[in-house]
């Protein structure tokens, strides 16, 4: 448990420093909470590689740190995420571990950060992002930005 909280605190370190201009990132992945996230998400594990059903984690406080299912052990369906005060900090859908329909962040006040639609893993459509008041800051429209090849 003790190198998972110095991962998060590493990660936090790096996004505010990478995050501290104020404005809004190019995409939703780049965010100092998606690097923690995505540091918590790497660190479930469902109890078999064949596992089906519901799964949580909680952090030592008691207060749920994630919850979602899992089918045929691969992240399927709603996954929320919640800081260790208990308010929500995200909240995905998946299909067979990739990211695939809503998705939305939360500032740490629980007001929307940005959300959008992925499409198997990847952005698509028009994301919106607030500040910590909840106004429009910026939008991006996924489909008109060049795909990589």
Not at 40 to 66: C, R
Not at 90 to 109: D, I, M, P, Q
Not at 113 to 125: D, S
Request: aromatic share 14%; with cysteine.
């Amino acid at each position: 448990m003790k190198p998972i909280i110095v991962l998060l605190c590493l990660a936090a370190t790096m996004g505010l420093s990478c995050c501290s201009s104020g404005k809004p990132p190019a995409k939703p992945a780049e965010t100092k909470d998606s690097t923690q996230q995505q540091l918590i998400a790497n660190s479930l594990a469902p109890p078999d590689s064949d596992y089906t059903g519901d799964y949580f984690q909680k952090y030592e406080n008691g207060v749920i740190k994630v919850r979602g299912s899992f089918r045929f052990g691969k992240k399927h369906g709603k996954w929320m995420y919640f800081r260790e005060n208990g308010l929500l900090w995200s909240e995905a859908f998946f299909e067979n571990e990739e990211r695939h329909g809503e998705s939305n962040v939360y500032h740490e006040n629980g007001k929307l950060f940005y959300g959008g639609i992925y499409n198997h893993g990847k952005p698509t459509g028009t994301w919106r992002f607030y500040d910590t008041s909840a106004v429009l800051s910026k939008t991006i429209n996924y489909d008109s930005i060049p795909q990589k090849k």
